[in-house]
C-alpha cells in the first residue's frame, strides 16, 4: 500500500511511511467526489466522531474559495490549527493528482505543527467523476457521491466510483422525494466495483456517518499493525 | 552534459506546484490589462524583461555553483513584496521535493536542510538545473520561460482565451526570451568573478503592488 523506504535529510518524499525524524506519518485518506455530494460534511462529522479517541487534521482543496476550510472552522470541528487549506488554481484534479506538492507541503506542514498525527483527512475541492488520488499523497480514497445527483451514477462509473477504496452514497434520506432506486445504486455500485466496499449514509440522522467511521477505524488498525 | 533534462524540468506538468500560480496574471485580468491576447503579450513581454530577467540570471548563477544561500539573500533583496517572497519560497519549497525526488543531490539535500521552509524558486530550480547536469543558461531558459508560460496559462483558464492564440504568444516571445537568458547567463557569470551586485535586480512596481492586492483577495482562482 506505501512504500516503506527512507530518506535522508528533511521533508519525506510523497508516500514514504516514516517521517524524517523516524517516527510513523499519519494515515492520509483522500475524500473526493462531485460537488455538493456531502465531502466537507462528512469530513465533518468524522472529525466530530473521531476526534477524542484520535489525533486529527484536515486539508481542504477548494476550487476559488477558502469555504470549505471555513465552514469547517465555524462548526468548530476541529481547532483552526488544524485545518489547513490548499488553493488549487482552478484545477482541483491537478492538485490531487498530478501536481500533488502543494497538498504534501500541507500534511508535512500539519504533522510539524500539532503532530504526531494518527490521521489525515484530504478533502478534494468539488470535481467530477474522473477526479481521484494519487498514491503519493494518500494511502486510500474514500469517493462520496449522493442520491439526489441521480441513481445513474454508479451505472456510470469512472475512476471515482470504480476504484476509490470506498464508495460513499450519502443523503440517503432524499431518495424517495427524488425518486432514487437505492437497491438500483447498490446493484450498479457491485457491478463496477466487485467487491471494494460501498456505504450507504444519511448524515442528517443520529451518527449517520458510523459505516465510513468504520472503514476508517479499520484502515487505521492495519495502518499502524 | 544531459540536455533532455531540460525538456524535463521545463514540462509545464513537472509536479512542482506552478499549476496554483498565474504569475500576476489573475489581478491584471481583473483590473482589464489582460483581456485578449495581444494585451497578455504585452504583460508576459513585460514580466520576462523585468522578474524574468532577475529569476533567470539568479537560476544560472545557482546552476553555476554559486552558494545558493548568498543567493537566497540576493533573491530576497530583489524581492521587495513580502507576498512574493511568501510564493517564491512556497514554490522553491514544492520544486525541491520534486527536484529531490527526479535528480537527486548532496547540494540539494543541504539546502533543503538550510531552507526547510523553501529557498526562492529561482534559487533552488537552478541547483535543480545542476544537479541533472544541465548548464547555467539551460537554468536561465527554464526560469526565463515560467515567467511567461505561466501567466498565459493562466490567461486561459481566467479569461477561457483561446489556447492556440494563449500558445502562439509564447512562440512570439521565443526570440526575447533567447536574448534575456543569454543575458541572464552572461550576468551570472560576471558573478561568479564579481561578486553577487554583478547580478540584475530588474523588478516590475505594478506587478508588486498587485501581488500584495492580490494575497488579499477572499475569493481568488490562482494563490498568486
Request: hydrophobic fraction near 45%; charge should be negative; proline fraction near 6%.
Amino acid at each position: 500500500m506505501h512504500l516503506d523506504h527512507s530518506h535522508s535529510g528533511p521533508a519525506a518524499v510523497s508516500a514514504d511511511a516514516l517521517r524524517p525524524d523516524g517516527r510513523r506519518r499519519a494515515l492520509r485518506i483522500g475524500l473526493g467526489g462531485p460537488v455538493g455530494s456531502g465531502k466537507t460534511a462528512t469530513v465533518a462529522a468524522l472529525c466530530r466522531t473521531l476526534r477524542d479517541r484520535l489525533s486529527l487534521a484536515v486539508v481542504t482543496n477548494d476550487i476559488y474559495t477558502r469555504e470549505d476550510a471555513e465552514f469547517l472552522l465555524r462548526h468548530a470541528v476541529l481547532p483552526p490549527e488544524r485545518i489547513q487549506a490548499v488553493e488549487t488554481g482552478a484545477c482541483p484534479h491537478t492538485a490531487i493528482r498530478d501536481d500533488i506538492s502543494a497538498n504534501l507541503e500541507a500534511v508535512e506542514d500539519l504533522e510539524d505543527a500539532v503532530g504526531p498525527l494518527d490521521l489525515i483527512l484530504v478533502e478534494s475541492g468539488g470535481d467530477n467523476l474522473t477526479a481521484t488520488f494519487s498514491k503519493g499523497l494518500v494511502d486510500a480514497q474514500i469517493f462520496v457521491i449522493d442520491v439526489a445527483g441521480g441513481d445513474d451514477i454508479p451505472r456510470k462509473g469512472g475512476p471515482g466510483v470504480t476504484t476509490a477504496d470506498l464508495l460513499v452514497i450519502n443523503k440517503t434520506d432524499l431518495a424517495p422525494y427524488v425518486g432514487s432506486d437505492l437497491g438500483r445504486m447498490a446493484r450498479d455500485a457491485k457491478e463496477q466495483r466487485g467487491e471494494l466496499p460501498v456505504a450507504f449514509t444519511s448524515l442528517t440522522g443520529e451518527d449517520g456517518v458510523r459505516p465510513v467511521t468504520d472503514w476508517v477505524l479499520a484502515r487505521l488498525a492495519a495502518w499502524t499493525a | 552534459m544531459n540536455r533532455a533534462a531540460l525538456l524535463v524540468l521545463a514540462d509545464g506538468r513537472f509536479p512542482a506546484g506552478g499549476h496554483a500560480h498565474s504569475g500576476g496574471a489573475e489581478p491584471a485580468v481583473r483590473a482589464g490589462r489582460i483581456h485578449d491576447a495581444r494585451s497578455l503579450a504585452a504583460f508576459c513581454r513585460g514580466r520576462l524583461h523585468t522578474t524574468g530577467l532577475t529569476a533567470a540570471a539568479l537560476a544560472a548563477a545557482a546552476a553555476g555553483g554559486l552558494d545558493p544561500l548568498e543567493l537566497d539573500e540576493a533573491a530576497d533583496a530583489r524581492t521587495p513584496s513580502p507576498a512574493l517572497r511568501a510564493t517564491a519560497r512556497k514554490l522553491g519549497r514544492q520544486l525541491m521535493r520534486a527536484a529531490r525526488a527526479t535528480w537527486p543531490s548532496g547540494e540539494l539535500d543541504a539546502l533543503a536542510a538550510a531552507r526547510p521552509r523553501g529557498a526562492h524558486q529561482p534559487v533552488v530550480l537552478g541547483l535543480t538545473a545542476r544537479s541533472a547536469g544541465l548548464a547555467p543558461e539551460d537554468a536561465a531558459y527554464c526560469a526565463g520561460y515560467e515567467t511567461v508560460s505561466g501567466p498565459a496559462t493562466a490567461a486561459v483558464r481566467l479569461l477561457s482565451l483561446d489556447p492556440f492564440e494563449a500558445t502562439a504568444v509564447l512562440a512570439r516571445l521565443a526570440p526575447e526570451l533567447d536574448r534575456v537568458a543569454g543575458r541572464a547567463a552572461e550576468l551570472a557569470g560576471r558573478a561568479a568573478r564579481e561578486g553577487l551586485d554583478a547580478l540584475p535586480a530588474a523588478s516590475a512596481p505594478l506587478l508588486d503592488i498587485t501581488a500584495e492586492a492580490h494575497a488579499g483577495w477572499p475569493v481568488r482562482l490562482f494563490a498568486s
